[in-house]
Nanobody, 121 residues
Framework: VQLQASGGGLVQAGGSLRLSCAAS????????VGWFRQAPGKEREFVAA????????KYADSMKGRFTISRDNAKNTVYLQMNSLKPEDTAVYYC???????????????WGQGTLVTVSS
C-alpha cells in the first residue's frame, strides 16, 4: 500500500483544514488507517484511526470533538477534518495503514510522506 497525504497549509487559530490520505492498491479497503503528527522537537504521536469499513474510530483525547476521521473506500481515500485548530496543533501530519485497527505509532506498517499544518495565533 502506498499513501500520499495532502491538504496541509497555514491557518489561523480557530480555523479548519481537511487533510486527505490517498492510497494506491486494490486491497486498501481491507486496511485500517491512522493519522499521526510530529511537532518540531517532539516524538510522533497518535491523532486518530479508522477501521477498514469506517464503522469504528479512535481519537487521542486532545483531538476528541475537534477532529473527525472518515474514509471513502470507493475513492481509496481517508480524511481528517480538523476544526477549532490551535497553535499547538502545528506539526507534520502523517497517514499510515495497517491490517489491524490500532493506535500505536510503531504498529503501522505503511506510511505516507507527511503534510505540514501550521496554525498561527
Amino acid at each position: 500500500v502506498q499513501l500520499q497525504a495532502s491538504g496541509g497549509g497555514l491557518v489561523q487559530a480557530g480555523g479548519s483544514l481537511r487533510l486527505s490520505c490517498a492510497a494506491s492498491g486494490r486491497t486498501f479497503s481491507s486496511y485500517a488507517v491512522g493519522w499521526f503528527r510530529q511537532a518540531p522537537g517532539k516524538e510522533r504521536e497518535f491523532v486518530a484511526a479508522i477501521n477498514w469499513s469506517g464503522s469504528s474510530t479512535k481519537y487521542a483525547d486532545s483531538m476528541k470533538g475537534r477532529f473527525t476521521i472518515s474514509r471513502d473506500n470507493a475513492k481509496n481515500t481517508v480524511y481528517l477534518q480538523m476544526n477549532s485548530l490551535k497553535p499547538e496543533d502545528t506539526a507534520v501530519y502523517y497517514c499510515a495503514a495497517d491490517r489491524l485497527f490500532r493506535a500505536g505509532v510503531r504498529e503501522y506498517d505503511y506510511w505516507g510522506q507527511g503534510t505540514l499544518v501550521t496554525v498561527s495565533s
